[in-house]
């Protein structure tokens, strides 16, 4: 089994930068791919990155890329997101999930062992 923390969430003016961390505890860890989605106030959780269990591949919502990155750290069971030049609409509850199969790796019905999320805020 898998359990999952989020952290590194905060209240941001913007244009500034966050780094996201998940942290896992489990005994498979580096067998799976792992992603971050965000869920705004009012809105249904929404796709923002994924990255493979290898590290190797990368996927990222359109309007966040160019401004995010997704990366991990297996020997530390950890993964990371990144985020520079935030935008008041990335404000939302920010969660991290284990890819576990499926058709496409954007949708949050793929995933299992949710975190308990971090909240992002961007004013303007």
């Known amino acids: 089994q898998v359990q999952l923390v989020e952290s590194g969430g905060g209240l941001v003016q913007a244009g500034d930068s966050l780094s996201l961390t998940c942290a896992a505890s489990?005994?498979?860890?580096?067998?799976?791919?792992m992603g971050w989605f965000r869920q705004p106030l009012g809105k249904e959780r929404e796709f923002v990155a994924y990255i493979s269990g290898d590290g190797r591949g990368r996927n990222y919502e359109d309007s966040v890329k160019g401004r995010f990155s997704i990366s991990r750290d297996n020997a530390k069971n950890t993964v990371y997101l990144q985020m520079n030049t935030l935008k008041p609409e990335d404000t939302g509850v920010y969660y991290c999930?284990?890819?576990?199969?499926?058709?496409?790796?954007?949708?949050?019905?793929?995933?299992?062992?949710w975190g308990q999320g971090t909240q992002v805020t961007v004013s303007s």
């Open positions: 999930g284990l890819f576990r199969a499926g058709s496409t790796v954007k949708s949050w019905t793929n995933y299992d062992f």
């Open positions: 489990g005994r498979t860890f580096s067998r799976y791919g």
